[in-house]
Structures are given as structure tokens and as C-alpha cells.
């Protein structure tokens, strides 16, 4: 289903009643509403609400006792602006945000958050539209949301990318360093993505470096998981505080765990079954993509555990290999796709997955031999029931 939002530019919301008084109108425009009362109003109900507090609190990788705190406190927190700044980018991160479910991020998080301006997405146009954004910074400064989707080109002045006659590094500096926190969606606003591998033509950069002076988190991925993006905007309205974050920045909570350690078919790399070849038995059985080229061992990410697509699938449970997306310099790193990587940390011996598998096998055996030769061991202790009567 396609959902098209519509926001409004002027601060004064209009609503009818069914009597068609002005009063409601007017009492609207005048307070702010707490994030509970937005969710009431959208016709979310109670049920649904304590669900979404019951996933986001599970994407925070916070235990579910928290769930009523964080209920509480959505009940009570004012909706904060948020501002969307689109630079070098293809959109997905935007696509994916509209698409998402459980919950429906289109239909919760546009309504946990007051979103002043969004290029992609937003009514107003030109000067109307640059004019919401610069009442945005103006007039909530150090109080507002900034997210940002795609890279930032530094080269030649920063003129490869421009917006309103101001260039993306321009906009971003403006923007996101009078911001409470700037999130950099998506691997491209994170550390530079596609558009900074080599030869990197525009001089392409992520938010952090071109805005050193900013509060960013970085949530990468191609596209990013919007479950993440919800649950750091919580984080946010709960704690007042922004998450821990590792050292690129990323939310430990979403980026604390090898792919490897959490991934499906981890039980095939322990057992050295693998796929050989795209098609093959073991790629129909769902044998590990370590040997054809999988960076699960190398990439932080929790996309095992959130999943994409309402949380159906992801692209190893698909059969396809991780592309290690959510790493700084993926591109170059991480390249080419289908290579695997020549070491792998773990056993000491899996950088070559060839043996890993005889080595399994033979140890296997190892243990029945074991197991067997204690088992007669013991029979040969334990007395008979012959010896028994005799004793007796």
C-alpha cells in the first residue's frame, strides 16, 4: 500500500469539525500535543500504541520491563520538529521509511514527530518550502531533529550538489550544527557511501566529517532499517539523551553484534557446510554464503534480528551474501562482492573454509570415538548383577 503525506508549511493546522466550527481549529493550533495525545487523535489505539513502546523497546535492545517507562514517557513528551535535508543520494533510505511496518513508521513515527520539511515528500515547494525550513532552525534552535540522506560534495567549493542557491555542505553546516542531534540515515550520509568511493569525483563525504562540530549518529545501511531510526528518535524522547554509540558512531543497540554471530545459517559455517556454487543442494539447503563472498563476519548490523519487509526476510535468509553495507568504505573494502574475505576471526583456522569442514567432520568422529571408548570404560567399572548377588 502507498501512503502519500501531506505537511503542512503553516504552523496554524487546519481541522473541521463534523460541525464545521473553527473553534477545534483554533484550540489546535495554540497547544502542543504530547506524543500520546498525536497517536489518540491519528485513531491509534491504546493496544496498538503499547505495541509499538513493546517493539521499539526490543530494538533498543532494552529488556521488556521498560516498556511501560517508555510509555509513559511517549505519554507525556512534546513532539519535537524534524527537518529531512535529501543531498547525493538515491532516496531509499526515504522509501524504506515510508514502507515499513510493526509499526507502521508512515502512520507513527510522521506522528511522533513534527515534520517541518521533507523535499521528497512535503506539499509546499520553492520559497514556501525553504521558508518553512529556515522558521524551523530559527525558531528551535539547539531543539529540532535533523536527518540526513546522502553524501555531502566537499570538492570545488562544495558546487556539485546545490539546493536554493546554497550548496549541500553550505545547507548541512546551517542546518545541522544548530540541531539537538543530526541523524545520518543510510551508509551515503554516514561515511560517504557510493558516491565516495574511488576515484570519489565530488569530494564526497559523510555528515560527521563535514560537520565536525554536530551531535550525529550515524545509521547506516543501504537502506537503513527504519525499526533503528525509530528507535533512536525514542531513545531521544525517553532518556533525553542520545544512545551509546560505538566508535563510528552507530548505536551500540543496532550496531553491537557481528551479522555473523546472530545470522541463521551460522550453525552451517560452524559444521563447514557451505555453498559452493549459486544453485547448488547446499545453496537450496541454506548452507553458509561465507565462500561466496558473505562480509557477516566482518559487518556490525542487526538485520538478522530486525529484519526487512514487515520483518519477513533479509538478504542472507533470501540466499543472497551480506554486502557488509553498514561498514565505513564498504564500497572499496568490502569489494569485490563475491569474493570472500581471506580471514575470518573465530576458530583460529576459518581463513580456510576448505579444511574447516574436514577438520568439523574429523572432529566429530573424534567425539563418538571418545564417547564410545568411556562408555565401554565404564561398563568394564560398573559390577553386573552377578557380582551383585555374589557380593551379597
Not at 541523524?183 to 565530488?202: D, E, K, R
Request: aromatic letters at 8%; hydrophobic letters at 35%.
Amino acid at each position: 500500500m502507498i501512503r502519500l503525506f501531506v505537511f503542512n508549511s503553516n504552523p496554524k493546522e487546519v481541522r473541521m469539525s463534523k460541525k464545521g466550527s473553527r473553534q477545534e481549529e483554533s484550540d489546535l493550533g495554540k497547544r502542543e500535543y504530547s506524543v500520546g495525545e498525536m497517536l489518540k487523535e491519528r485513531g491509534v489505539s491504546r493496544r496498538d500504541f503499547l505495541k509499538f513502546c513493546s517493539t521499539v523497546t526490543a530494538a533498543m535492545a532494552l529488556p521488556v520491563t521498560f516498556t511501560p517507562k517508555v510509555a509513559q514517557a511517549l505519554d507525556e513528551v512534546k513532539r519535537p520538529p524534524l527537518v529531512w535535508l535529501e543531498f547525493q543520494s538515491c532516496t531509499g533510505d526515504s522509501e524504506a521509511l515510508l514502507r515499513s511496518a510493526n509499526p507502521t513508521v508512515g502512520e507513527i513515527v510522521l506522528d511522533i514527530l513534527s515534520v517541518d520539511y521533507h523535499e521528497t515528500i512535503m506539499a509546499a515547494a520553492g520559497h514556501q518550502a525553504e521558508a518553512a525550513l529556515d522558521k524551523t532552525v530559527k525558531d528551535y534552535k539547539g531543539k529540532y531533529f535533523c536527518v540526513i540522506e546522502g553524501s555531502i560534495p566537499t570538492k570545488d567549493g562544495g558546487v556539485y550538489g546545490c539546493v536554493a542557491g546554497k550548496s549541500h555542505l553550505e545547507r548541512a553546516r546551517e542546518v545541522a550544527g544548530s540541531a539537538a542531534a543530526t541523524i545520518a540515515i543510510g551508509t551515503c550520509a554516514s561515511y560517504g557511501g557510493i558516491a565516495a568511493a574511488a576515484p570519489n569525483p565530488t569530494g564526497a563525504v559523510g555528515v560527521k566529517e563535514a560537520v565536525p562540530g554536530a551531535t550525529v549518529i550515524n545509521l547506516p545501511g543501504c537502506p537503513c532499517n527504519a525499526d533503528n531510526l525509530t528507535a533512536t528518535v525514542v531513545h531521544y524522547l525517553v532518556f533525553g539523551k542520545i544512545p551509546a554509540l560505538d566508535s563510528h558512531g552507530r548505536p551500540l543497540f543496532a550496531y553491537g553484534k557481528r551479522i555473523h554471530d546472530n545470522c541463521e545459517r551460522r550453525p552451517h559455517f560452524d559444521a563447514g557446510q557451505y555453498v559452493e556454487h549459486w544453485g547448488d543442494d547446499g545453496h537450496r539447503k541454506g548452507y553458509c554464503l561465507y565462500k561466496m563472498g558473505c562480509k557477516g563476519p566482518a559487518t556490525f548490523h542487526n538485520c538478522p534480528t530486525q529484519r526487512y519487509n514487515e520483518k519477513v526476510s533479509w538478504p542472507v535468509a533470501s540466499g543472497h551474501p551480506c554486502a557488509g553495507c553498514s561498514e565505513p568504505a564498504f564500497w572499496d573494502v568490502m569489494s569485490p562482492m563475491y569474493r570472500r574475505l581471506p580471514n575470518v576471526p573465530g576458530f583460529g583456522i576459518e581463513h580456510n573454509a576448505d579444511m574447516l569442514g574436514l577438520g568439523m567432520a574429523a572432529g566429530v568422529a573424534g567425539a563418538f570415538a571418545v564417547h564410545g571408548a568411556l562408555n565401554a570404560i565404564r561398563k568394564d567399572k560398573e559390577p553386573t548383577d552377578t557380582d551383585v548377588t555374589k557380593e551379597g
